[in-house]
């Protein structure tokens, strides 16, 4: 094991510093021993360098898993700077680029990859693994694992397969927002000794909590007078949808101050403009939704306002940590409104299917045969299951060992000629230009682009599809046809059929209920908070296993001394005139809104693939409720629900 005086030694030889940040060094000498470990830090606390200080450490491949692309690039130019070498594989890159990191990760050159966790769908990527030394598995945003963390992914429930599959050697599970709940939840998932979890102290005396109850139709007003109030500094206003982002960066632009919005229906040259320029900005402001800020290496940020209630105290505390890095002092405010709770419970009971949905669905996929496609999108619309909740389930059927994904392949690939077809077919030999001319005929032209269906083409010409495409692969590298591919299928081979599709699919209903349940309590957390009629600072530590032994004397209830009042109910009464008229499309179109759940979808404006197919979610009942709570329109619904339906 590398001593204390080595390791100081590496990590300023590496790095340039001459000390580590509390729990760094205690997570380092975990992994360098051979024992897994996990690191609950808080935003800016050095999470990277507890794999990167091991990577250039330990013999073979540091494999770092992050959904964050912008976090991966900042950090491999910092690393390369250092004369470590360091790749991400992401949609950007050629098949070349792709090749040439691949080929230095097999000859050892590469001492951290790093990728997002859907690459692991990829086959030749995972079979291209299995010949290479991984030491480490580190895995970021590690609360994504957990079912019962803020951010639950998918994709990160199987990466202890993966990391057992390849044989890794030790793995790191990193994040900012760890409830004990949780953090047991990831040391259990990826097999890690609870003794080998650090968690480094959540209280930073530098940021003044604020949360001030306001109505509605004050919060612009409030808003731009913190900003003339206050000495000016980069700031962050965090709100919930994309259309408000846009909202309220122009009422600030308005107002003489320096705001660009932020989210994700942005072009993404957009978003990084937005970024770059928030970056090197002494006091812009940026307007975002949530996913602003995630891999943001800017430490001077004085303010983070939170326009709307954040979604969870977890999301709460990595959103604010994003404020005062640099040890300076700094503000976050809530503008606690309760009218934002309607919004934020539709977007939870939106992703909750219904029992009927998940039994067609299973029964669907079990009906295959032992190998299938899908294309999630199609099933979506079949069965009124969102994408991500879809993609969960397919996931939970892994997990349980009925079924094993494959690699995705896209179904149908279109292209734009670059050349006349006659000057592309003269650059081939006599013996490649008949195959490449039969695969362009069977094309289909529109205005400028054409499309090709790999698989259908593959069948009439009785060759692989892998064929086909490496055809169409070929002509974009040499530059003859701009190429794009779409209609992504899902590949899923049959392990072990369920005995009971029945009861599978109570099951797994069950699951989700139980998942809709706690982000709604997650909800009241947030209100609690506000409300809290004591410290809030030590409150919001005590979420975290952390309360304070005093007061923290910097939060609006140490500061005033009193609880902050917010309204106890939220959401308008239910119209009888709108109600009865949506009795009456429901008798209409039961097919459709025969389940109390779609008709308060309807009512609320909460778009699902059953209203979007059935063009329902254009109709003038379509949020005609939407300042309703849900649970009020879906249990007056469940009271009204006809026995035949």
């Known amino acids: 094991m590398t001593s204390p005086t080595d390791l100081r030694a590496a990590l300023h030889q590496q790095f340039g510093f001459d000390a580590f940040k509390p729990g760094q060094r205690e997570v380092i000498e975990h992994l360098l021993a051979g024992r897994s470990s996990a690191a609950v830090f808080a935003t800016g606390a050095g999470k990277s360098l507890c794999y990167q200080l091991p990577a250039t450490l330990l013999p073979g491949l540091t494999l770092v898993v992050s959904p964050l692309i912008a976090l991966m690039k900042d950090q491999i130019g910092a690393l390369s700077a250092r004369g470590i070498v360091a790749h991400n594989l992401d949609f950007t890159l050629s098949f070349d680029a792709y090749k040439a990191v691949m080929d230095e990760v097999r000859d050892g050159t590469a001492r951290l990859l790093y990728v997002a966790p859907e690459r692991f769908n990829n086959e030749r990527f995972?079979?291209?693994?299995?010949?290479?030394?991984?030491?480490?598995?580190?895995?970021?945003?590690?609360?994504?694992?957990?079912?019962w963390g803020h951010n639950f992914r998918p994709d990160y429930l199987k990466l202890a397969m993966f990391a057992r599959d390849l044989g890794a050697e030790r793995i790191l599970a990193l994040t900012a927002t760890a409830t004990e709940p949780v953090l047991?939840?990831?040391?259990?998932?990826?097999?890690?000794?609870?003794?080998?979890?650090?968690?480094?102290p959540f209280y930073r005396a530098n940021l003044t909590l604020v949360t001030t109850p306001v109505s509605a139709v004050e919060r612009d007003a409030a808003l731009v007078a913190r900003f003339r109030d206050r000495p000016r500094g980069p700031a962050i206003v965090y709100v919930t949808l994309q259309r408000t982002a846009e909202e309220v960066a122009e009422t600030l632009a308005r107002a003489g101050i320096d705001a660009k919005p932020y989210h994700a229906g942005m072009a993404a040259e957009a978003r990084a403009s937005t970024q770059d320029w928030f970056t090197a900005s002494d006091d812009g402001v940026v307007v975002a939704t949530i996913a602003f800020g995630m891999g943001i290496d800017k430490a001077n940020i004085r303010y983070?306002?939170?326009?709307?209630?954040?979604?969870?105290?977890?999301?709460?505390?990595?959103?604010i940590g994003r404020a005062?890095?640099?040890?300076?002092?700094?503000?976050?405010e809530i503008l606690a409104c309760v009218d934002d709770l309607v919004v934020l419970e539709n977007f939870v009971y939106g992703d909750t299917p219904t029992l009927a949905a998940i039994a067609g669905l299973i029964a669907h996929l079990f009906a295959q045969g032992e190998q299938f496609d899908v294309a999630l999108t199609t099933l979506s619309r079949a069965y009124d299951v969102r994408v991500l909740v879809l993609r969960t389930l397919l996931t939970y059927l892994e997990l349980r060992g009925h079924l094993v994904g494959g690699t995705p392949?896209?179904?149908?690939?279109?292209?734009?000629?670059?050349?006349?077809?006659?000057?592309?077919?003269?650059?081939?030999?006599?013996?490649?230009?008949?195959?490449?001319?039969?695969v362009l005929s069977r094309s289909k032209k529109a205005r400028v682009w054409f499309s090709i269906d790999a698989a259908e083409v593959a069948a009439q010409l009785d060759v692989d599809r892998?064929?086909?495409?490496?055809?169409?692969d070929m002509l974009a590298e040499r530059e003859m046809i701009e190429l794009r591919a779409k209609g992504v299928r899902h590949r899923y081979r049959v392990v072990r059929a369920p005995e009971d599709l029945d009861a599978l699919a109570a099951e797994l209903h069950a699951q989700a209920i139980e998942r809709e349940g706690d982000n709604i309590d997650r909800l009241g957390q947030v209100l609690a908070l506000i409300r809290r009629d004591g410290c809030q600072v030590s409150a919001l530590g005590a979420h975290f296993s952390e309360p304070l032994d005093d007061p923290c004397g910097h939060c609006s209830w140490c500061i005033s001394g009193t609880a902050s009042a917010l309204p106890t109910s939220h959401g308008d009464p239910i119209d009888e005139a709108v109600w009865q008229r949506a009795l009456a499309l429901r008798d209409e179109r039961s097919q459709v809104l025969g389940h109390p759940r779609t008709l308060a979808q309807l009512l609320c404006g909460i778009p699902s693939p059953a209203l979007t197919k059935a063009r329902l979610s254009k109709h003038a009942?379509?949020?005609?409720?939407?300042?309703?709570?849900?649970?009020?329109?879906?249990?007056?619904?469940?009271?009204?629900?006809?026995?035949?339906?």
């Open 126 to 147: 995972r079979q291209t693994l299995q010949d290479v030394r991984v030491s480490l598995f580190a895995v970021d945003e590690a609360h994504c694992i957990s079912e």
């Open 184 to 200: 047991d939840d990831i040391c259990r998932s990826l097999n890690i000794e609870r003794g080998c979890a650090v968690r480094t």
């Open 304 to 319: 983070v306002y939170h326009y709307n209630l954040p979604k969870s105290l977890e999301n709460y505390s990595q959103e």
């Open 324 to 332: 005062g890095r640099d040890g300076a002092p700094s503000t976050c």
């Open 409 to 438: 392949f896209y179904s149908v690939y279109e292209f734009k000629p670059l050349m006349p077809s006659a000057k592309m077919l003269a650059q081939f030999a006599d013996g490649e230009r008949p195959f490449i001319r039969a």
């Open 466 to 472: 892998g064929r086909v495409v490496r055809v169409l």
């Open 621 to 645: 009942l379509f949020g005609a409720q939407r300042r309703v709570a849900f649970a009020d329109v879906m249990r007056r619904a469940e009271e009204q629900r006809p026995r035949s339906l």
